[in-house]
Structures are given as C-alpha cells and as structure tokens.
C-alpha cells in the first residue's frame, strides 16, 4: 500500500499569527498578508500583478469548514520603482472577505502552495485543534508576528501516516487509499455493496495476519484500522465507479435527486464507518487479553458507555467495589464531544476516553485532566502531540495493563 | 410555489415509549416492536411473513443520523392457528441491530409508512428535540407505553412550512422546492455559478416586493429566507443537472474523485448557505428599523457576536452603560451550540440568540432560560413549540422593540 507523501501534495507552506491589520476591516482595508515576501522562493518573482487560483478556509473545532474558492494576487508593489529591488506581496481577494474576516488579531494563518500551483490560505484559532494539528503535519514552528515558511520539496520524509492524513481530510485533501489488489477478495466475499460494519471489520483482521493483539496492541489496532480503511475506500470506489457508469441522465433527463441521495449515503456512509471500526477492533483486542467487559451496557439513566469492564452487572451490584470498575469511551475524533463521556457513570471517577484524533490542542488535554478524564491514544499517533501531553496519555498498552490489575 | 403537503410522503405514522424488551438484547432477542397491530389500518393484514423495505434511523441532537437501509417483517403470529383472528406483529431484522440497539428503555419509536409503501422507524431520545419535532410534524400525542398512531391520508392541512420541510430534511427526506419560473432571472444575473452570500440574499430580498420590513418583521424575514431557499435550489439544480450531463466517465474511465470533490462541494455549499442568509436578511430588517448596530465587531478575548447594538466602540467605552448594549447570536439551527453565544461578551449579562430551528426541546430553553439566554424566534415558527415555551419566546417584533427601547 502506497500512502503518498506530503510532496506530492505541497510544494511550501509558511505561517504566521495574524495582525489587525491583516483581517480586521476596522484598522485596514488592505487585505494584505505581510510578510509573505519569502514566498517568492515558491511563487517566483511577481509580475506586476499575477492572479493565482487560492481556496480560503476557515478551520475551527466546532463547525464544519467554511470554504472559498477564489484567487488571490501576488504583486510587486514596486513595479512603478525599476531601480528598486521588487518588493511582492500576497493580497487575498475582495470575495474572500466572507471568510477572511472569520479570523481575528492573534489567530493563525498558514498560506501552502501546492503541486498544482494552487494557494491554500488556512485560517484557525491560536491554541485550537487544527492548529496544532497543522503545524505538526506541515512540522512548523508555532507562528510569531514574521511570517516563516519551509520548503516541503527539500523534506526526506516517511509515507503519511494515519494522523497526517486525517488531518488532511479536515483540509480536504483527500489521500488515496483504495487498492484494487483486494477488490477481487472483497467482491467475492460480500459483492458490490457493504456489509454490516461488525463483519467488514472482522473481514479486515482476517486478512491482517502477521500482527501481535497481546503483544504489541498498539501497532496492531493501527493495522487492522488502516488495512480496513484500505478495503473501505476499494469497495467504495467500486461501487461508486458503477453507480457513475450507470450515469445520472436517462432519457435526455437528469437525476438530480438521486444524485443528491447517493452522495449522502456516500458521506453518511464514511462518517459512521470510522467510529464503528474503532470499536470492533478494540473488542476484539480486549478479547485477545482474555479481559471481562461489555460493549453497550447500561449505567445509571439509560446512559450507555462504549466499554464497561468487567460489565453493567457488577457496575449494578453495590457490592463490586468501585475500584474495580473502569469505563471506556471510544471516539475515532474527539472535537469537543468527549464531555459526553463524563456523564456516563457516576461510579466510575476517572473515565477513560480512546481517541485516534492526532494533536489535541493542550488547552483540551487539560480541561480533560481537569475533568479526570484519562485520555488513550495509540502509539503511533501520540507523534503528533506535544511532548508534555505525551507524558500524560496512555498507549493502549496502558490502559491494558490498568484493566489488567483492577481484574488481579 | 408548490411547497408540497405531508401526505405527499406519508401514509401513516405511530409512535410509543420503548421498553426493554423491545431493544435490550439482555432482555429479549424478540426483535419486536410491541402493539404495532393497529399497523393493519396501513399495511393490510399481515401474509404468513412479509418483508417490507425498511430505513431505520437513530437521531440525536449532537450527532449525524445513524442511518441503515434494510428491510421489516409484516407477519400473522397465529397463522397457524386458523380459527383465532389473525394478530400481526412488525418485526425489525437482525441486521438493524447496531442501529435499534442505539436506543434504551424509555426511548421514543416512531413507525412512519411512506406514499412509497417503505416503512421508516426512527428512534430518539425522549425529551430531545428532535423527539418533539417529530411529535410536532406528525401531530402525535407524546407516546406512552402504548402504539397509538395517525392516519396522515385523512388530514386537511395547510402546505409544509419552513419548519416542517427542515425536520423533514432531518430525517433525510427532501421536499423540493426548485422553481424553474425563476431560472433565467437567476442565469441572468449570475451565469451558471453562485455569487457571494450577501448578493445572493440581496437578489432574493429585491425579487419579494410584497413584504413590510418595518411593520411585519417576522413574516417578512420568512419570506425573504423561503424565496432566497427556492432561488437557491433552483440554480444549484440547474448546476447539479450541468455538471450531471457531463457525466463522470471520460475515455471510459470513471472520475471518482470528481464525483467525490463536487458533491462534497455541494454539501458544504448547502451547510453554509443558510447561516449566511438568516444573518443578510437580519440585517436588512436591522437597517429598516434604523437602528446602529454592528455585525462581527469585537468584544473582549477577540470574540466577536453576530449583531451587537449600537456596536462595538459602545462596547468597548466605558462610559457607555452596560444596559444599553444589546448582543444577538444568530444560528439557524441551535443543536447545542447555543452555548457559544454566552461567552461572546461579559458585559451583556443577557444574550439573545435568534434561531430558525423548530420546537428546540424543553430541557434546552430551560437551560437557555438558567443560563439568562433570551432566544428569539420568528413568529411563524413559534408554532413548532409547547405552548408554555412560547411565552417565554420572544419574536423579532419583540426584540425589536426591546433594542429600540434601549435606543432611546
């Protein structure tokens, strides 16, 4: 499986916090962003006045993206002055206001040029999420008031791993992952349509043999997600595939609502797979270590944790001391959803949540600490967090090994 | 404009309050739903055992549906006992599982038959608002413990409302409302593309003469917001059918990922869309009235309300008295980000927030109302409320009246 690389996709990306004048129409109408000068280095030297394809987005932790596609003007503001040297600046469009004014002074650009010559103007909250997520993904340093770049071409860097391209699905850069080499097996177990989420999942381990679920949980949970992703994104391409061939357009008129329904059952389709897979698999690990716990189970007021260990019926029983219990949620991205699990059994004081999300900003790692909430990260994603949330989170490994002794 | 009528799409709905019995496989694996007998008025009496296609969706307040297209069973529990009456039972099949299993005990059911001859089962949780929004746009008495149910073929009512068609859209079914009539205005003004948000809503408010911004707010923002939504759909149909007739196969390849990028774009085209508009029109009533105020002005920490009045230099003088500030949030749907509104600006010790989402349950205006948050609501959709929340709603009128008062 090939996963791409971060070259193929940008050629620079540079980033700084953004002033007043910048993004606020009160102090400016400039609709500069200063500083970017060095971006000469991808862009070349400006002609008077060169108009490059630019999508502005707006990123936050709560909402969907806000998203423009528009240009953005990248002149030399010294055109006029031929015995100076050329001064260049990047000024975002007019039509962009909409989105550009969603920032504010203090909050985060990231300007990325990519492979097909196109501009990304990134927007964020400093101390979010997609903030750090981003710096880490494009490895930069937190922006000051000077905008910095790097230069992603000169980086000998690994394949994308399962974090950074999650991260770039939330900037919508789709990575392919679909590999006909399973196309054959996936059609002759299930045909051209998927199955319940519990059997595609069981399907993915089966074909995932040389892991260790007792010896290396981690990296083997990491396995089995991406190798079911893989078969996911194959079987969805191939039923996408036929469903294009059949066309929209029969007898010279068009579908559009069945175009419309399709395309939801599509997306509907991928957000729900994510967060069941999780789940199957964890199951499954939990199987391997022989541990006693129940998927779905009730506490108090109908609520339902994803994981209760050893079950809800000693979580009923007065008698079992509380110490013994342990509560799991598991969420494939937190956002700010992961207070759910708070209310999820009084009895249990410190829950513990599972999350494939990379880079939670420490502003939510501590507000969870403050909440006794222990937050569980695979491994191979605690890369992207910082290096004194990484001495807080539990590996996988972990919170086995804490199950393990309050079964002892 | 045709805006279509419930019994276009549905036959029959009932409701009950789920037991145990009914979802917990702890319980009973029964996988029946109790008392649907009354079912006969709509699916005929029962064949030894017959299935009928079935969506089964489970909605929250916080999350995407969780949908699955499966099927139901229609069956004589005593088929075999010829000389006692028949007694039908609906059966949900197994693999729906993982989506009735997402309920508890005490739960809501809705059982809908579609003009389709489809059954949809929703399941919610009692006291969401999505349980009395449905209560509301099928016009069921809240559920008990019984399966009571309503024939919709037999009701004289009016067309569907705005809050009838966006509870419709929560459960995915999508009332067109197109109009071709209005094509070649639309082409006219802006070719075969979207404009910016605030033209679009211009152009619509300027085609909708027969409206009274100062006397009539209310029905004058639902007019505008309903003619803006027609507009809307017709030009993205005329798109949608452009884009569809290119087709997505080129050299007898298919392009999947073009498939994927355009109805995503389509997606988030529709999510933004409506934000934007509820804020356009607010503000054109704002400038009939003629009162000051500022839309994204700053106030402490960067944060900036949606309307704040007279704006934000009031806000940031001291001198200027705090009553006579006035902060409006404004959401065309609530879910529970109504919360962020409370940290948009200390010195407003009430906020208002104005919504256009229908019949917000109970728990969350009596938490609105704890946590000094006033929410305003378009006389027109007021309907979609329990009578005690409505006296404590306020309208646009209302505020109005309230900002102007502080005025002068």
């Known amino acids: 499986m090939k996963r791409g690389y971060l070259a193929d996709y940008f050629v620079g990306v540079g980033t700084k916090r953004l002033s007043g004048t910048e993004v606020d129409p009160a102090i400016s109408n400039g609709h500069e962003f200063q500083g ?56 975002y469009t007019a039509e962009a206001e909409p989105v550009v004014y969603q920032a504010s002074e203090g909050d985060t650009l990231l300007v990325c040029l990519g492979r097909d010559a196109r501009l990304t103007v990134l927007l964020c909250r400093a101390g979010s999420d997609i903030e750090q997520q981003l710096l880490w993904l494009f490895d930069l340093e937190p922006p000051t008031a000077q905008f910095s770049q790097r230069d992603i071409r000169e980086t000998d860097q690994g394949a994308l791993s399962f974090a950074a391209r999650q991260i770039l699905e939330a900037i919508e850069v789709e990575v392919p992952v679909a590999d006909d080499h399973w196309l054959e097996a996936l059609l002759k177990a299930f045909g051209p349509k998927f199955p319940g989420t519990a059997a595609f999942s069981s399907f993915a381990r089966d074909l995932c043999p040389e892991v260790d679920p007792k010896g290396e949980p981690d990296s083997t949970l990491m396995a089995w997600l991406e190798l079911e992703e893989t078969l996911f994104f194959t079987l969805e391409r ?25 395309s939801l059952s599509v997306q509907n389709r991928r ?24 998927r779905g189970g009730r506490t108090e007021g109908n609520k339902k944790p994803d994981f209760l260990f050893p079950g809800a019926a000693a979580y009923r029983d007065d008698r079992f001391p509380d110490d013994g219990l342990t509560l799991l949620g598991a969420k494939s991205t937190c956002k700010d959803r992961w207070r759910q699990v708070l209310s ?43 290096s004194d949330q990484r001495a807080w989170l539990f590996s996988l490994q972990d919170f086995l090994a804490l199950v393990r002794r309050r079964a002892a």
Request: hydrophobic fraction near 40%.
């Open 36 to 91: 970017t000068r060095i971006l000469q280095a991808f862009l070349g030297p400006p002609s008077t006045r060169r108009s490059i394809p630019c999508t502005y987005m707006w990123l936050t932790d709560e909402e969907a993206p806000v998203r423009l596609d528009a240009t953005a003007t990248w002149y030399d503001s010294r055109a006029n002055q031929p015995h100076r040297r050329p001064e260049p600046r990047l000024l």
């Open 238 to 262: 191939h039923i996408i595939d036929e469903r294009l061939r059949t066309g929209f357009v029969a007898a010279s008129r068009t579908d559009v609502h069945g175009f419309i329904a399709f």
């Open 344 to 386: 999820e059994g009084a009895r249990v004081r410190r829950k513990h949540l599972v999350t494939l999300e990379p880079g939670i900003s420490r502003n939510q790692t501590d507000e969870m600490r403050a909440a006794d909430l222990q937050l569980v990260v695979p491994a191979p994603i605690q890369t992207s967090y910082l």
């Open 271 to 294: 957000k729900s797979r994510a967060g069941y897979s999780l789940e199957h698999h964890l199951a499954s690990i939990f199987e391997a270590h022989g541990l006693a716990f129940e």
